[in-house]
C-alpha cells in the first residue's frame, strides 16, 4: 500500500519558520516525485514545490517566492518543505503529493497518493 505521512504542521507567528515533512511509504523517491500543495480557506487547492525523481525542482506560479523551499532525503525517503518568513496568508491545509516520476504539473490527475494534509496557521 502506497501511502505519504505528514508531519510538522502547527501554529506559528508571523516572520517564523515552520518544517513540513513528508515520509513516502511503499515507494521510492528513486522512481516517485514528491511534492506539496496547500488550501488555504475558502480557496482551491494549489501546487506549492515538487521535486522529481530526478531531483528536478517544480515551483508553482503561487509558491512565495524565495520563502520556500522543497528537499529531499533519498536515503530516509523523505521530502521537506521549509517555509520561512510567515504570513498570515500562508496559513491553510498543507497536503504532501506523489506522482510517478514526474511532478504533476497542472493536473492533479497525475497525483497518485494524497496525504491527509497537515494544517499550519500564521497569527500572532
Known amino acids: 500500500q502506497l501511502q505519504v505521512v505528514e508531519s510538522g504542521g502547527g501554529l506559528v507567528q508571523p516572520g517564523g519558520s515552520l518544517n513540513l515533512s513528508c515520509a513516502a511509504l511503499?515507494?521510492?523517491?528513486?522512481?516517485?516525485?514528491m511534492g506539496w500543495f496547500r488550501q488555504a480557506p475558502g480557496k482551491e487547492r494549489e501546487g506549492v514545490l515538487c521535486i522529481a525523481s530526478g531531483g528536478g525542482l517544480t515551483k508553482y506560479p503561487n509558491a512565495p517566492k524565495g520563502r520556500f523551499t522543497i528537499s529531499r532525503d533519498t536515503a530516509k525517503n523523505t521530502v521537506t518543505l521549509q517555509m520561512n518568513d510567515l504570513k498570515p496568508e500562508d496559513s491553510g491545509v498543507y497536503f504532501c503529493?506523489?506522482?510517478?516520476?514526474?511532478?504533476?504539473?497542472?493536473?492533479?490527475?497525475?497525483?497518485?497518493?494524497w496525504g491527509q494534509g497537515t494544517l499550519v496557521t500564521v497569527s500572532s
Open positions: 503529493a506523489a506522482s510517478q516520476f514526474y511532478c504533476w504539473g497542472y493536473s492533479e490527475y497525475y497525483v497518485k497518493v
Open positions: 511503499g515507494f521510492s523517491l528513486d522512481y516517485w516525485a
